[in-house]
């Protein structure tokens, strides 16, 4: 890089001290701009993602209480169903066995 020297005609380029700081501070004002948006922007999503976690969540609960109490009818109604079952087998049995006298 040349030492900036304003005074020589004809000389004039961007590439002097001042003008590449000048360049440079607006690059970094740039960078930084995008790097507030950036930040942002995860804010916003990440508290967007706490509130669906939440929601998920309470319904993963509530989709858990009505499987337990669904697995909870369900062994009722297989032990209801035994004895259905037991009941039927025993009438089958008695009319197998033999004439049933009146």
Do not use: C
Not at 27 to 48: F, G, K, R, W, Y
Not at 64 to 90: C, F, H, P, V, W
């Amino acid at each position: 890089m040349r030492p900036y020297n304003p005074g020589i005609h004809g000389d004039f380029s961007l590439s002097y001290a001042p003008f590449e700081n000048a360049w440079k501070i607006k690059m970094l004002e740039a960078s930084l701009s995008q790097l507030e948006q950036l930040v942002s922007d995860l804010v916003q999503q990440n508290q967007t993602l706490l509130g669906t976690n939440q929601t998920l969540s309470a319904e993963l609960a509530q989709a858990k209480d009505e499987n337990e109490s669904l697995q909870l009818s369900l062994m009722e109604q297989e032990e209801k169903q035994g004895a259905t079952a037991a009941r039927i087998q025993a009438l089958v049995e008695r009319v197998s066995a033999g004439p049933v006298s009146a």
